[in-house]
């Protein structure tokens, strides 16, 4: 039972529900969010309403968009009315749950159990973090009556609800805190990391999406970002909005007055790049309680503390042609060019793969034989020099160096496939000593692949066990002092657990991932998946087959080329086209990262 309001009307309606035993589906999901301003509202239980009936027009009254679920509350019975938490998670089934209504005792028992089941796919916790997880689900509510209705009168906590009702009403939204390095951290403590969570849509976005930033990182972030704001700190008004010029004004209660110039500056540019994913904000002042100022701060500005410090040119590609050089692409070129210096050059070594840093002024590449990892200027005239790491047992792509990664920091990480000790390794600065980072929770798979992000705390691996390869993503982890740090990649979560294989993977955005794998029986795809292991609107891309590359911008863009390395070689897919050849002989496509 729901009521929709359509520019400014409301249609309502309802279904004649028999009470019996049998199992049914609660279904509202051929409801399109094509319009909106479609707003959905529940209806309240009608008189002499019978149980399923109540619990079916309860579940539909939690998919509106009533802010405070009021209407849902109607339902409830008065002792749990005001106890019921719907923030508290919210479970994400394959489909509408079935209801199954059982009696309590014999026919005068004034009592039913209600039984709700179906597939989990996903739970989103009390701090709106998203995370796949497949299981059987089964919970219990109960009905007596009250004041000679049928009124629910105990439940869990949060919300059930089926897929196709958890997209239309909920968003993904990107909250930003600071990279936290450790000691030493020095320029890169103003770098700012994507915290993605699912908020509701048409609930207030502005404001909504302000206090969630406000809540500090979701858990699994949290132990390597911060936020500038001090502790305690909220809202002092119930609802903010931009006004005429897209600016924003934020007043915060007495726990953010005593910021300086620097950690409010700070403050605004959580702000203003977390709100930009609601609206179209130019800049943001920060005020005391009072009304007065603590600071501004414009778009422009705002740019110093940017997620991708990349300085590179975001329409610049890289990867090893046919003669085992090293060429780049740029989006209007039709034929590659050879690199400057000696990854570009005839010489003794040939490549298998490359890693550009991200100031493009320096390479890191995997000698044909994956023995050897070389680190050199990407200038005419540059030596190559000595090999940086050289392992043993290089023979096929299996073994050997895994292709490089740059982080937005300098440093090189690159795994060693060894399989009787693999390892993953960083060389700081990108010419230090190979140190070996400790990956706990492997559960005896090897890293075979790998792509550290720009802000350096979040790293994503290709994790092979047995004939199957798996994507994960870690934190990494900073200990110890600034001279001798001590690093680990901990809380390996799956982002892709639907698919068996994975091929390839590359950092495309903030908090977003660009996939080649197949699911248990099924055909390669080429798709976006969110780092919280969700996948957004449009995910899926034309398809090519034999995909064992991929590459994407990591700069969010208007527009972003992908490449890729297929079996008829390298491959492009510019905006609003098609995949187009670029040559038969190439492999190993990166952008620079």
């Known amino acids: 039972m729901l009521a929709l309001a359509v520019g400014g009307g409301l249609l309502a309606g309802c279904a004649s ?15 399109a969010d094509a319009d909106a301003q479609v707003r959905v509202y529940g209806v309240p239980p009608r ?14 009254a939690t998919t509106s968009d009533d802010p405070n679920y009021d209407t849902a509350r109607m339902y409830l019975a008065k002792a749990v009315k005001r106890q019921w938490d719907p923030s508290a998670s919210t479970i994400v089934l394959a489909q509408t749950p079935q209801v199954r209504v059982e009696r309590v005792g014999g026919d005068r028992e004034q009592a039913y159990t209600v039984t709700l089941t179906g597939k989990q796919i996903a739970v989103v916790d009390a701090k709106h973090a998203y995370k796949p997880d497949e299981r059987a689900y089964k919970a219990q509510l109960h009905l007596a009556r009250e004041d000679g209705e049928w009124r629910i009168d105990a439940l869990e906590p949060g919300l059930v609800l089926g897929a196709s009702e958890f997209q239309r009403i909920y968003r993904s939204v990107n909250k930003y805190y600071f990279a936290e390095l450790g000691s030493g951290g020095g320029r890169a403590r103003d770098v700012l990391v994507a915290d993605p969570v699912y908020l509701r849509k048409r609930i207030d976005p502005v404001t909504s999406t302000v206090k969630a930033l406000l809540d500090g990182p979701t858990t699994w972030l949290d132990p390597v970002a911060g936020t500038a704001f001090p502790t305690g700190t909220r809202l002092q008004d119930q609802r903010l909005s931009l006004d005429d010029s ?6 915060l209660n007495e726990r953010a007055a005593g910021a300086n110039q620097d950690q409010c500056l700070r403050m605004a540019a959580q702000l203003l790049y977390t709100v930009q994913e609601s609206a179209k904000v130019t800049d943001v002042t920060l005020q005391r309680k009072d009304g007065s100022r603590l600071c501004a701060l414009g778009k422009e500005q705002a740019k110093y503390y940017a997620p991708d410090q990349t300085s590179g040119r975001p329409d610049r590609q890289y990867y090893v042609d046919g003669q085992r050089r090293i060429v780049s692409l740029a989006d209007g070129d039709e034929e590659p060019r050879r690199v400057a210096g000696p990854l570009g050059a005839d010489g003794a070594v040939q490549w298998r793969s490359v890693a550009v840093d991200r100031t493009e002024r320096r390479a890191a590449a995997v000698s044909a034989n994956g023995q050897s990892l070389y680190v050199t200027s990407l200038q005419s005239g540059a030596a190559l020099g000595d090999a940086r790491l050289s392992v043993q047992g290089g023979a096929s792509a299996k073994t050997g160096l895994t292709a490089p990664s740059w982080d937005g920091l300098g440093d090189l990480w690159v795994a060693d496939q060894d399989p009787e000790k693999p390892r993953l390794l960083r060389l700081a600065g990108g010419t230090g000593t190979p140190e070996e980072v400790r990956v706990p929770g492997l559960d005896g798979g090897r890293i075979t692949g790998l792509r550290v992000s720009a802000d350096g705390v979040r790293i994503a691996l290709l994790v092979t066990k047995g ?7 870690g934190r990494v982890e900073r200990q110890g002092s ?7 990649v901990q809380e390996l979560r799956s982002v892709a657990p639907r698919l068996e294989e994975v091929n390839a993977v590359s950092w495309a955005g903030a908090s977003r991932l660009l996939v080649a794998g197949s699911e248990q029986g099924g055909l390669q795809q080429l798709q976006y998946i969110e780092t919280d292991g969700s996948q957004p609107n449009g995910s899926g891309l034309p398809g090519i087959t034999g995909v064992r590359g991929v590459a994407a911008p990591e700069s969010p863009g208007k527009a972003q080329t992908l490449v890729a390395e297929g079996e008829g070689g390298i491959v492009r897919l510019q905006p609003d086209t098609n995949w187009k050849l670029v040559t038969k002989e190439g492999s190993a496509p990166v952008y620079p990262g």
């Open 17 to 31: 529900m028999p009470d019996s035993g049998s199992v049914n589906s609660v279904d509202s999901s051929q409801r």
């Open 47 to 60: 008189k002499n309403e019978q149980p399923l009936e109540l619990v079916a027009g309860f579940l539909e």
């Open 246 to 251: 897209n600016a924003l004004k934020v007043r």
């Open 467 to 473: 004939d199957h390869t798996v994507l994960k993503l």
């Open 482 to 488: 600034a001279g001798r740090p001590s690093l680990s």
